[in-house]
């Protein structure tokens, strides 16, 4: 396969690459910096990446890719009983982490290779196999602990390429984002996507309006972000004449990872007459479609197909539906270069994903507009809930909350935010129902097994949880109160 990076050989080496906060490094800095440690990780079956959002995280992926040794990037507020089932899946060889980076105690049994942003080596060829996995990324499902998703290098390339014929997204785009670097939205389309195109990134470390606002009034010609960020600017614009004016100036103001309410799209356009484009996709499959910079934002859709991709709407038995109606709704299939080859040593699950003749499940329930425009409008699955932009499983919440000795039983759903799109709320029966344990105490316990994205912003409780004849606890009961 080509390279995936042309730039970090091609380009002017003053060009900038990358930038987190005052620390910048230029396409030669970065080149010099992952050649040195794609020659100190070379030969490695897999190296884990603490994707802390810094230059090393960068730099680190960068240099597996180069070194084609497939890199586990791991959320740096998991917490312990996630970090050890993602070690003992993944089974890295080692761990880059940023020198001064404090390690957790399930990381401190690794061999540690520290990131050095100044070092220097030569680049190796980056020609590997386009099938080669290059990324091991961890997705939550309804139920049991994440599974690893693996990304060949072909899906990285067809994406990026995808995206930048569908945005005219090129060498003279800077991004800004402030996302986590653990996901494919932050860290494929946010990081990788800039550097396969030659462009550069600003990393805000953190998402603020302020550091949109800043970094669009300075250049910044594009922006990407979740729902809540967008959430977070519209509440925000109307009083905020610079931040109007960096996002009139911007060239494109993308959202996904999940849906954009209509109203903050409408808030954001009344203020700027500036729509932000939605575009879909999914870990297992990166992107699928999106709304072109040359289409029409309508409210509410994820645009079209992206080049390369074959979507198709099914009813329960997979056949498909072929009305263009606005209104028949299926599940939406995919199949193209850009999907996944396997969820890490789960053959069940990925055989249980894909149909017989390859098309990939997504889970996610749509109409079609007569133009070919996607409409996301439900998900299949109840126990999947989406919070600030995280996928988070029912499942993996309720079994850590079993283990708080307080917890007799346990459900948890999600129900609808204005800020985070779905807050997690925990229904507990507690073990004594005249001292259950309070709402601080179980999201602590579950931040602290899991990760603070995954902790209930709600804990109810309860004498008894619903369940139906069969003992099944019946959600949509809790949730409808
Ligand atoms: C709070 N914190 C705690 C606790 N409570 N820590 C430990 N124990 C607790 N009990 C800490 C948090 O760690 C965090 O620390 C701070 O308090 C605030 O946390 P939180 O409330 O969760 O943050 P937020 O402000 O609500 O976050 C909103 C956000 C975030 C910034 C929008 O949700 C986010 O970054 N979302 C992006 C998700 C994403 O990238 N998804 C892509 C996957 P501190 O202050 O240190 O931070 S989907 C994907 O990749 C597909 C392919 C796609 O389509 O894109
Ligand atoms: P993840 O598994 O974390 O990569 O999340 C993928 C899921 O996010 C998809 O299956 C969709 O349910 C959701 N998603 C991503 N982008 C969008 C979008 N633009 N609109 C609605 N849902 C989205």
Do not use: C
Not at 134 to 148: D, H, R
Not at 308 to 316: A, C, D, H, P, Q
Not at 418 to 447: C, K, M, N, Q, T
Request: cysteine-free.
């Amino acid at each position: 396969m080509t390279p995936l990076f042309p730039a970090l050989t091609h380009d002017p080496a003053d060009r900038p690459a990358l930038r987190f906060g005052e620390r910048a490094l230029t396409y030669a800095q970065l080149a010099a910096a992952a050649g040195a440690l794609a020659g100190r990780i070379g030969g490695a079956s897999r190296v884990a990446v603490r994707a802390t959002p810094t230059l090393e995280t960068a730099v680190a992926v960068v240099a597996a890719l180069l070194a084609d040794v497939p890199a586990v990037p791991l959320n740096p507020k998991s917490g312990d009983r996630e970090l050890a089932h993602i070690l003992a899946d993944s089974a890295p060889a080692l761990l880059l982490t940023a020198p001064d980076d404090q390690l957790p105690a399930p990381l401190r049994d690794l061999t540690r290779v520290d990131v050095d942003v100044h070092a220097t080596g030569p680049v190796p060829a980056d020609d590997h196999a386009g099938q080669a996995p290059a990324l091991v990324v961890y997705t939550s499902g309804t139920t049991g602990p994440p599974k690893g998703a693996v990304l060949p290098r072909r899906a990285l390339a067809a994406t990026l390429d995808a995206l930048a014929e569908a945005w005219q997204w090129t060498g003279d785009d800077v991004l800004v984002h402030g996302l986590p670097l653990f996901h494919v939205h932050g860290l494929v389309l946010g990081v990788l996507g800039p550097l396969r195109r030659g462009g550069s990134l600003r990393h805000l470390g953190r998402f603020s309006t302020q550091g949109v606002t800043r970094e669009l009034n300075a250049g910044a010609t594009m922006l990407f972000g979740v729902p809540t960020m967008y959430h977070r600017i519209a509440e925000a614009v109307t009083g905020d004449p610079d931040l109007v004016k960096a996002l009139t100036g911007a060239r494109l103001l993308v959202s996904g990872s999940a849906a954009l309410p209509v109203h903050d799209h409408g808030r954001i356009a009344t203020a700027t007459g500036r729509r932000v484009i939605e575009r879909y996709g999914m870990t297992e499959t990166l992107m699928n479609t999106s709304v072109r910079a040359d289409g029409e934002a309508r409210p509410g859709t994820v645009g079209v197909p992206l080049r390369g991709v074959e979507l198709r709407l099914v009813e329960e038995d997979d056949t498909e539906i072929t009305a263009r109606d606005g209104q028949t709704v299926g599940e939406i299939q995919v199949r193209g270069p850009n999907l996944f080859s396997e969820y890490l040593n789960r053959p069940d699950a990925t055989a249980a994903a894909f149909t017989a003749d390859g098309w990939f499940r997504t889970g996610d329930m749509a109409v079609r507009d007569p133009d070919g425009y996607v409409r996301i409008v439900d998900r299949k699955a109840t126990d999947l809930i989406k919070s600030g932009g995280y996928k988070i499983g029912a499942g993996e919440i309720e079994n850590a909350l079993l283990e708080h000795p307080g917890v007799r039983e346990a459900a948890v759903t999600g129900e609808p935010d204005a800020d985070l799109g779905e807050r997690i709320v925990a229904w507990i029966v507690p073990a004594d129902p005249g001292s259950p344990p309070s709402a601080e105490e179980v999201a602590g316990h579950v931040a602290e097994r899991l990760a603070p994205h995954k902790r209930p912003r709600v804990v109810r409780y309860l004498d008894a949880l619903p369940r139906n004849d069969m003992g099944k606890i019946m959600k949509r009961a809790l949730a409808d109160g």
